[in-house]
């Protein structure tokens, strides 16, 4: 059963956590979002090193009202092939942690920030791993037909864990898997405000040739786009934008 972590809370500017975030705030009401992503090298049709940071936080400091049902981010012209590599399961992953994963799985690290407020009065850091998985099983714990997905484990220390597997849509979009909404007029035990993860470039032979597990668009056209979109339960949405220069090959 995927447990509640109390990981990620920022509030304010001033609760990053050290996570650094340059890109221009979108806003939805009093809820604001901030995306930066950097791909390297930013060269066309290449195997890309992705570095991601998003901050969610309130024009007031206080914590947001509203609950996201999705986290959705879109790599636009990037190509995911996560079905050329070992993968590990949600199921086995949720029950052992990240030993039970195969290590050729595991796509990278980073850290989080929640707020859990007012259960929590201070922001709760976590240390965040990612691997490139199954989600073989729902929220509750119950199997469920196996889809590709990046599993993303954090660990706040103190025996308190979190599980966002986030799944493939298309070719070069994520987008979180679904939980359980809160009760009506009831708020979720915690609220993201911040995740940054760093993935190096991995890649795979397969027969003559060399696959990557995320590759660069195969063309360049002065910048690349990234979108991520946050959707609530209430249907709303606040959707921020981030780009970078890139060459061609």
């Not at 901050?55 to 400091?61: A, F, M, R």
């Amino acid at each position: 059963m995927r447990r509640v972590a109390l990981i990620v809370i920022a509030g304010s500017l001033a609760g990053l956590g050290g996570i650094a975030i340059a890109g221009e705030p979108a806003s939805s009401g009093n809820d604001n979002l901030i995306l930066q992503v950097n791909a390297s090298p930013p060269r066309a049709g290449s195997a890309a090193a992705l570095d991601f940071s998003s901050l969610v936080y309130t024009s007031d400091g206080l914590r947001s009202s509203r609950s996201s049902r999705t986290i959705k981010i879109r790599f636009t012209g990037f190509r995911f092939h996560p079905s050329r590599f070992a993968k590990c399961l949600e199921s086995k992953l949720e029950k052992t942690g990240p030993s039970a994963c195969p290590a050729a799985s595991k796509l990278g690290t980073g850290s989080a920030t929640a707020d859990a407020r007012p259960i929590v009065p201070k922001p709760v850091q976590a240390k965040v791993q990612a691997f490139n998985g199954t989600l073989d099983i729902d929220d509750k714990g119950k199997p469920i037909p196996p889809k590709p997905a990046i599993l993303i484990y954090a660990d706040a220390g103190g025996g308190i864990k979190t599980y966002l597997p986030t799944l493939f849509r298309g070719s070069d979009t994520v987008e979180t898997a679904e939980g359980t909404p809160p009760a009506p007029g009831t708020q979720s035990p915690f609220t993201i405000s911040s995740l940054h993860l760093t993935l190096p470039a991995k890649t795979k032979r397969v027969g003559r040739r060399r696959v990557a597990f995320a590759e660069t668009p195969r063309t360049c056209r002065r910048r690349w786009t990234f979108v991520q979109t946050n959707t609530y339960y209430s249907g709303e949405k606040v959707v921020a934008k981030d780009t970078q220069p890139c060459v061609r090959r």
